[in-house]
């Protein structure tokens, strides 16, 4: 089983950043892909990017440029950069482990989620 708690959320202006992390324990991390999601009010969860240990990350269209994720093997933490973030970026953002280590954007193809933490992006 792994465990994942993100954190770093909160509130910020547009154009400004923030860096969420995703901490993991249970099992090492270093050898599996893991995503990050978010699911705005009233829509549905999706894909925001994922790092897979032998690829580049890939990234939603609507975050490509702006987000960068990467990890920390020896903290078991994988992280997600928000710059330049915009009021569209509102929502609860979700790490999330797929042990298979390929590149994964559909919820399905992942076996462990975190709780989320909120993101709050205001003009």
């Known amino acids: 089983q792994v465990q994942l708690v993100e954190s770093g959320g909160g509130m910020a202006q547009v154009g400004e950043s923030l860096k969420l992390s995703c901490a993991a324990t249970?099992?090492?991390?270093?050898?599996?892909?893991m995503g990050w999601f978010r699911q705005a009010p009233g829509k549905e969860r999706e894909f925001v990017g994922c790092?897979?240990?032998?690829?580049?990350?890939l990234y939603a269209e609507s975050v490509k440029g702006r987000f960068t994720i990467s990890r920390d093997n020896a903290k078991n933490t994988v992280y997600l950069q928000m710059n330049t973030l915009k009021p569209e970026d509102t929502a609860i953002y979700y790490c999330?482990?797929?042990?298979?280590?390929?590149?994964?954007?559909?919820?399905?193809?992942?076996?462990?989620w975190g709780r989320g933490t909120q993101v709050t992006v205001s003009s």
């Open positions: 999330a482990a797929n042990p298979r280590g390929v590149w994964a954007s559909k919820e399905k193809e992942y076996d462990y």
């Open positions: 790092t897979s240990f032998s690829d580049s990350p």
């Open positions: 249970g099992r090492t991390i270093s050898m599996y892909t």
